[in-house]
């Protein structure tokens, strides 16, 4: 189960002095080579006992600002980030032998900014944030379907509103790595951290 990387190494010079100019090569590479969603991240959170747990979501937006994804606002991630809004997020991009981790702080985004995602969403996806519960416990499929029928008559006649339960995050973030693959597990990484609050240090890290 083990295999070398060597496809390309990253040296400094190769770095963005801003770490979301670089997340938006990479991400654009990842996209060339049309690889399976390169827009999906593991996303970690907390609970108030320290337990963490993770899932993959979709990245939806991303710059400056930070990384912006939608769920159901009463999700146990949801809950997780009201308790304790520090996240981390990490992209996967197997086949290019490369990851990118970003830690920092989620707050919601404003209702404008979910409607504006939201409208543009598939039909069958806006009527599915309406049925699901998000992580609550379900006696079966079937009742899942039977009330995505029953709302798809509800909104026949005209357009899926935005629930009151759905919305999204912007993961604000204060550090990032770069990974890439090399041989003999002597992998190139570089984090990016704030120096003095404003502007981003880069340093490369031990494999």
Do not use: C
């Not at 912006?68 to 991630?77: A, D, H, I, Q």
């Not at 990490?90 to 290019?96: C, Q, T």
């Not at 979910?114 to 806006?126: D, K, L, Q, T």
């Amino acid at each position: 189960m083990r295999r070398e990387y060597a496809a390309r190494g990253l040296r400094r010079h190769d770095l963005e002095p801003d770490p979301t100019a670089q997340f938006a090569r990479w991400l654009a590479d990842a996209e060339r080579a049309e690889l399976l969603e390169p827009n999906a991240m593991a996303l970690a959170t907390v609970d108030t006992r320290g337990q963490p747990s993770q899932r993959t979501v979709l990245l939806k937006v991303f710059d400056r600002d930070g990384f912006v994804f939608f769920t159901n606002l009463e999700s146990r991630k949801a809950a997780q980030i009201s308790g304790n809004p520090r996240v981390s997020l990490l992209f996967l991009w197997r086949e290019l032998e490369r990851q990118v981790a970003v830690e920092g702080s989620a707050e919601r985004v404003s209702t404008r900014e979910a409607i504006a995602y939201f409208v543009r969403r598939p039909r069958g996806s806006r009527i599915g944030a309406w049925v699901s519960r998000q992580s609550s416990v379900i006696g079966s499929r079937q009742l899942l379907e039977a009330k995505f029928e029953e709302l798809k008559r509800k909104f026949a006649a005209g357009e899926v509103p935005l629930p009151a339960f759905w919305g999204g995050f912007r993961v604000r973030p204060e550090r990032f790595e770069y990974w890439q693959g090399r041989p003999n597990r002597l992998h190139d990484r570089f984090q990016y951290r704030r120096s003095d609050g404003q502007d981003w240090l880069i340093e490369r890290l031990a494999p």
